[in-house]
């Protein structure tokens, strides 16, 4: 009898993003709170607070989550999909963008949105975005700050030459 051992590799977004989902099933079911945006908030905080690693935390996290989001948010079988279940493209992204990367590659390439649909009712109120576009650049903007290596001077402007300097 020939078995073979498969070694899942997972990369840090799709860590965090799994311990995301299992924190929110566990503070959903225990009610912790109301508002179910601010409840996603802050099991992602716990997931990342957990997961993180030394080169992998919530700066780099929330640049690949703004990449994902901006994927789906231009993806034209997405934008139907949303059409058709009366969503805004934005915010239904926000949501599906911590559904992991699976589900993710499934929409992108096969289209598989049409074929094995997504539970709304697990992640409610999709119309309400986890983060604001706003929120979201500004994360993102310090999040790809955070990457410049700290051997590398960050790129500055040079001073305009003063008449002094010119002559």
């Excluded at 009610?31 to 179910?36: L, M, T």
């Amino acid at each position: 009898m020939c078995t073979k051992n498969y070694t899942r590799v997972n990369n840090p977004y799709e860590s965090i993003t799994a311990q995301f989902r299992v924190n929110f099933k566990i503070d959903y079911n225990l009610g912790i709170s109301n508002d179910v945006t601010d409840l996603k908030k802050l099991s992602l905080k716990r997931a990342i607070a957990k997961k993180k690693t030394d080169r992998y935390g919530e700066a780099s996290f929330m640049r690949d989550y703004a990449i994902r989001v901006q994927l789906l948010f231009e993806h034209k079988h997405f934008q139907r999909w949303c059409q058709e279940h009366n969503l805004q493209v934005y915010p239904a992204a926000t949501h599906v963008a911590m559904l992991g990367t699976t589900v993710l590659r499934n929409i992108m390439v096969d289209d598989i949105i049409n074929r094995r649909p997504i539970t709304l009712d697990y992640y409610h109120d999709w119309n309400a975005p986890l983060f604001t576009p706003e929120e979201l650049k500004i994360k993102a903007d310090a999040a790809t700050l955070a990457a410049i290596p700290p051997s590398e001077p960050a790129p500055t402007e040079e001073p305009a030459p003063t008449e002094e300097e010119a002559a």
